[in-house]
């Protein structure tokens, strides 16, 4: 008996290293946040700029407004769908928020942004869950209509006259950090928990898992595909009362490509455009991982033109080794 369990103990040894290496490549967070500090490294000795103060605050204030959008776009992404339409959706929120604010104030004007984005949510989830269209048309279409209306109602002119105190609200320090930081990780806390430790959170997932199954368990399907195209919406005109906060001004082509750099964060953070696989943590390793690549190549005096061939680049390779390791894990 005794020399048995001499034999199985150096077996148990053996084994460990693989099961560790297993564990990291099961986690999702460990690989990107592995990827980030990679990258973080490179940057730093290719450039004496990017480790400096001045310029981690600036990466931080890059992160707010895509960070804030990527989150919306994980809960769509986890179910499978796609949302185009948050640039354009961010793009008239800014413009019901700038011309509403002489008569409503900026409380008043920032909730009839809100109502906007999420209206504008609440209108592609339905056509989508209700009638079964897909969300790449869906969201195509309100992509159009919302950037069109963005023009109409602002006669296609930038609005500037915005109190310079709405600035002032998101430098503000509370415990040393600045209040717009602290908002977007209070809101990625609040959307991780939701995720990980609600019903609706474990209906997300099982939607893009598998929706069948979760139609025969008696899941309401129908609420929680609507959901994330709301919180989408909600967010995005969130997202560009901070830009507007950050700029002093908003203009018609406000938020344009926001949905391209909300969809390639979420995608590097690890999600599967499948639906089903993801976690707001990874995007938001995503969000710093972008951004950061970006403000390298500014630092390094790369093109803005080539830029987009190496956001482009990034993305398809982090899909594609993504593919490979989940295939690898399932064999």
Known sequence: MSGNSQLALPRTKRRLPGQIGRFVMARLELRMLA????????????????????NLLNLLDQSIVIGVVSIGMTFVILTGGIDLSVGSVAGVSGIIFGMTIPVLGLA??????????TLAGLISGVLIAEFGLASFVVTLGMMAIGRSLAYIISGGQAISSIPFVLNAYEYVTILGIRANVLVLLVAYALAWFYLSYTKGGRTIYALGSNREAARTAGLNIRLYA??????SGCLAAFSIILTTGQLLSVDPLAGNL??????A?????GASLYGGRGSVIGTLL????MVMIRNGLNLLGVSPFWQGTAIGIIIITAVLLERLLSGRRTR
């Not at 990827?35 to 001045?54: C, E, G, N, Q």
């Not at 964060?265 to 953070?269: F, H, Y």
């Open 108 to 117: 008043g004007a920032a909730v009839a942004a809100l109502l906007t984005g």
């Open 265 to 269: 964060a979420v995608v590097i953070g």
């Open 258 to 263: 926001m949905e391209l750099d909300s969809i």
């Open 226 to 231: 609507i959901l994330p195209y709301v919180i």
């Open 35 to 54: 990827l980030a500090i990679f990258i973080a490294v490179v940057l730093s000795l290719a450039s004496p700029y990017f480790l400096t103060v001045k």
């Open 286 to 289: 995503g969000v710093f991982i």
